[in-house]
């Protein structure tokens, strides 16, 4: 049986984004010949702003190492959540004219993820369905690289005590949006047992 689910819309990522800081009071102070840093509380705003336009909804998580001092070049690491997918965004700043910072921010493709809970997620309502019993623990062999043909393993085990393997492929990814597919593995059968359900494969596009 194949399911789907659609993520949030991925544009926010698929291009990068400059921030004209003129505007904003928390930007600009003292003389137009003095540059000011920009702070990371700033940042983060400006971040969820943007995400706010592309995605619909600020992150459901974002923190970001620091601020940015007035030096053209100067960089800031956010790690951004959203809709089960992690990855990191890279700040820098680009320019400075009259004393306000100019800066922008790239995704980092090689840090996206898409999160072991966040697979859990979606394995949960529909693992009684294909096992007869329902889910006890959830574990992954870490988060899923959230890069077409990314792949993970993790271990669903049911009230019933079975451990069923579950096989994680991811089938597209762009920007902050990933689609995946994942299968639950049955065991392999006990003779002196009843059969357990043939494995079902459900899929989760971008």
């Known amino acids: 049986m194949i399911r789907t689910r659609n993520l949030h819309r991925p544009a926010l990522a698929c291009a990068c984004f400059a921030l004209i800081c003129g505007p904003?009071?928390?930007?600009s102070s003292g003389s137009a010949s003095e540059a000011v840093s920009v702070d990371k509380a700033q940042i983060i705003k400006?971040?969820?702003d943007a995400a706010r336009q592309n995605l619909g909804a600020p992150f459901d998580k974002l923190d970001c190492d620091k601020g940015l001092k007035p030096t053209i070049g100067d960089k800031s690491r956010c790690i951004a959540e959203s809709g089960g997918v992690r990855a990191a965004f890279d700040v820098s700043?680009?320019?400075i004219d009259k004393g306000n910072l100019n800066f922008d921010w790239t995704l980092d493709e090689n840090s996206r993820v898409v999160t072991a809970e966040a697979v859990e997620k979606e394995v949960r309502p529909k693992?009684?369905?294909q096992t007869g019993a329902?889910?006890?623990t959830f574990d992954c062999m870490g988060d899923i690289p959230g890069r077409a043909g990314g792949t993970g393993i993790c271990t669903a085990t049911g009230t019933d005590g079975v451990a069923h393997k579950v096989n994680v492929t991811v089938s597209s990814a762009d920007g902050m949006g990933v689609g995946y597919e994942w299968n639950i593995e049955s065991p392999k059968p006990d003779p002196k047992k009843k059969t357990t359900p043939a494995p079902t494969t459900s899929k989760r596009p971008n």
């Open 24 to 27: 904003l009071s928390a930007c």
């Open 46 to 48: 400006t971040l969820n």
């Open 93 to 95: 700043v680009t320019s």
């Open 127 to 129: 693992f009684k369905d």
């Open 134 to 136: 329902d889910l006890k």
